[in-house]
C-alpha cells in the first residue's frame, strides 16, 4: 500500500463482475485504444467472460485497487508456441479517469514488468499503443520501452484509421 491505499494484485475470478465494468469503461471511453469495439463487448454474456479470463502463470490481469475498488488494470499473455514463448504481450492498460495522474500506472506496468521478470525463458514484452496517446507514449517510454515500428491504420473506428506504436521491453 502507499499514501493513497492502493494495492496491486492478480485478479481473480472473484473480481470478474469489477473488471468486467471497468473493461466496458475503458473500451466506451477509449475506443481508439482498444481492439475490441465496446458494441462487440457488451453483448457478451458472463459465461463468456469468465471462460476468457486471464488466470494462468502464462495469462494474467492485474489490477489497482483502492479503498477496495478496481480503479487500474493491465494484463500480460505469454505467447504459446514453443518458437515464441520468449515473448508476451501487455494488453488492457487502463486507469480511470479519476485516478490518472497519481502514478497507478506507472505502478501497474512496474509490477507486470517484475512478475514477468519471475517467468521462467521469457525475454521481452511486447505492446501497441495509439499514436497520438502522448500520456501513454511517456509512461511506456519511461518505464524502458521502445519503439520498434508503427504500424499504419492499426485501427479502424468508422472512417477515422489510428496508427500504433509498436513498443518493446527487453527483461
Known amino acids: 500500500m502507499n499514501e493513497f491505499g492502493l494495492v496491486i ?14 473493461r466496458l469503461r475503458a473500451i466506451r471511453e ?6 475490441a ?26 489490477g489497482a485497487f483502492e479503498r477496495n475498488e478496481l480503479v487500474g488494470m493491465v494484463g500480460l499473455s505469454r505467447e504459446k508456441r ?7 504481450m501487455i494488453w488492457g492498460m487502463y486507469v ?35 499514436i497520438g496517446n502522448a500520456p501513454a507514449q511517456k509512461l511506456y ?7 520498434f515500428g508503427i504500424e499504419r491504420n492499426a485501427l479502424k473506428l468508422g472512417d477515422v484509421a489510428y496508427d500504433e506504436d509498436l513498443m518493446v521491453y527487453s527483461l
Open 9 to 22: 494484485r492478480p485478479l481473480t475470478l472473484e473480481d470478474i463482475d469489477a473488471y468486467w465494468a471497468l
Open 30 to 35: 477509449h475506443p481508439e485504444s482498444f481492439g
Open 37 to 62: 469495439s465496446y458494441e462487440e463487448e457488451k453483448e457478451l454474456t458472463m459465461d463468456t467472460v469468465r471462460a476468457r479470463f486471464p488466470s494462468s502463470e502464462d495469462s494474467f490481469a492485474l
Open 82 to 88: 514453443q518458437k515464441l514463448r520468449h515473448k508476451a
Open 96 to 130: 480511470s479517469s479519476e485516478h490518472q495522474g497519481r502514478g497507478i500506472g506507472r505502478r501497474l506496468i512496474a509490477a507486470v514488468q517484475d512478475r514477468a521478470r519471475q517467468m521462467d525463458g521469457l525475454e521481452k514484452l511486447i505492446l501497441y499503443v495509439v
Open 141 to 147: 517510454r519511461s518505464m524502458g520501452f521502445e519503439s
